[in-house]
Nanobody
Framework: QVQLVESGGGLVQPGGSLRLSCAAS????????MGWYRQAPGKQRELVAI???????RYADSVKGRFTISRDNAKSTVNLQMSNVNSEDTAVYYC?????????WGHGTQVTVSS
């Protein structure tokens, strides 16, 4: 079973940028949907962005135009480029592989937006 490891989180100032990466232990080329989710303190985990193995994408309204998801099946990686971040983007970000009925999650990476 594929395992996912996120990296790239940290402290970023409002209006800044950050790039999150998700490395899979095995091939992701056959995984139809890969995605990023986030969970802020006291809130439920929510969708940030998903991408199919054909490159189709979907974003949460709150990040449209600011975040970009990409995947490299050859390298088994999924990235999330975050731009113009704000305090509401503060959360733990999780990489996800949709293998319904099983969902595989990474351990998460903390993103804190603060001046």
């Amino acid at each position: 079973q594929v395992q996912l490891v996120e990296s790239g989180g940290g402290l970023v100032q409002p209006g800044g940028s950050l790039r999150l990466s998700c490395a899979a232990s095995g091939s992701i080329s056959s995984i139809y949907i890969m995605g990023w989710y986030r969970q802020a303190p006291g809130k439920q985990r929510e969708l940030v962005a998903i991408i199919t193995n054909g490159g189709s994408t979907r974003y949460a309204d709150s990040v449209k135009g600011r975040f970009t998801i990409s995947r490299d099946n050859a390298k088994s990686t999924v990235n999330l480029q975050m731009s113009n971040v704000n305090s509401e983007d503060t959360a733990v970000y999780y990489c996800n592989a949709d293998l319904r009925p099983t969902w595989i999650w990474g351990h998460g990476t903390q993103v804190t937006v603060s001046s």
